[in-house]
């Protein structure tokens, strides 16, 4: 009987499998929107807050004219509130489908053992991920709206209309610096990690060379990323910056 050599046509990626890839790139693409806004923001932080109290606070009012005329004021500031907080609302869905799904394909604990490194990227991830989304919450009440001022000062509007002076303030509470140290450890760790696999999902790491490629930027921009946040604050709580 002759048999058949003709290959069947590859199958469509949809049902579990495609929306497996489409949730894989949902985080990938917004994982990207937030690595893009820590930069800036980190960059805006370390060299206005080193520019002195009046370069800071220019620099806070300019946050909130960019784009006029064309944008009414705070136009610009309210479009990426808008594009991060939709973000982050689809990051943490995408991560928590993704968690669910791959419990329920488990046909039974532990059966397939992963290295312990897996285990913990992927639980750090998750608990990372959760600490940091609590941290973003408690940062956004302090320094945005309504602004809770744990340092000297309360939250006269003296405080509340300074913007350099409310971070000083605030970060010359010493356990305030320590969580936003330990937040900041966290943020890194987790770019870290979600850089190395935005890069696989996108399919960056398909050679050897891509790898190291794709390894190397990821710790590269965590680093910077990292110890850039953590100056301001360290500098203000040591005496660096009054
Ligand atoms: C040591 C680290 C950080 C410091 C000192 C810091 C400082 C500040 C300050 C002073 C503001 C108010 C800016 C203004 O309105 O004039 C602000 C706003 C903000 N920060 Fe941070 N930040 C830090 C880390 C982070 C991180 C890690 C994230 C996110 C992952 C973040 C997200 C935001 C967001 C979303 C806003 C609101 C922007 C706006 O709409 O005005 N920050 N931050």
Do not use: C
């Not at 489908?97 to 791959?102: D, V």
């Amino acid at each position: 009987m002759a048999t058949s050599t003709v290959s069947k046509p590859p199958r469509a990626r949809t049902g579990k499998t495609g929306s497996t890839v489409f949730l894989k790139v949902l985080m990938a693409v917004t994982g990207i929107i937030f690595v893009l806004f820590v930069i800036a923001h980190m960059y805006g932080n370390l060299y206005k807050l080193f520019d002195g109290h009046l370069a800071f606070n220019e620099y806070s009012e300019h946050l909130r004219t960019i784009g006029e005329p064309m944008l009414p004021r705070h136009g610009f500031l309210t479009i990426m509130e808008i594009v991060l907080g939709v973000s982050v609302v689809l990051h943490a869905y995408a991560a928590y489908s993704l968690w669910a799904r791959a419990k329920a394909a488990r046909p039974q604990r532990y059966v397939v053992k992963k290295s312990v490194a897996q285990t913990f990227s992927s639980r750090w991830m998750r608990w990372g991920g959760t600490f940091l989304l609590l941290f973003v919450i408690w940062h956004l009440l302090e320094f945005t709206n309504p602004k809770i001022n744990v340092g000297d000062g309360g939250n006269s509007a003296a405080i509340k209309n300074d913007p350099y002076m409310l971070v000083v303030h605030s970060f010359n509470v010493w356990w305030l610096t320590v969580i936003y140290v330990l937040a900041m450890i966290a943020l890194g760790m987790h770019l870290r990690h979600g850089i190395w696999s935005a890069a696989q999902t996108l399919g960056f790491t398909s050679t050897v060379r891509a790898r190291t490629t794709a390894n190397i930027v990821a710790v590269v921009v965590a680093l910077i990323v990292a110890v850039g946040f953590v100056i301001p604050p360290l500098a203000i709580a040591f005496g660096g910056i009054k």
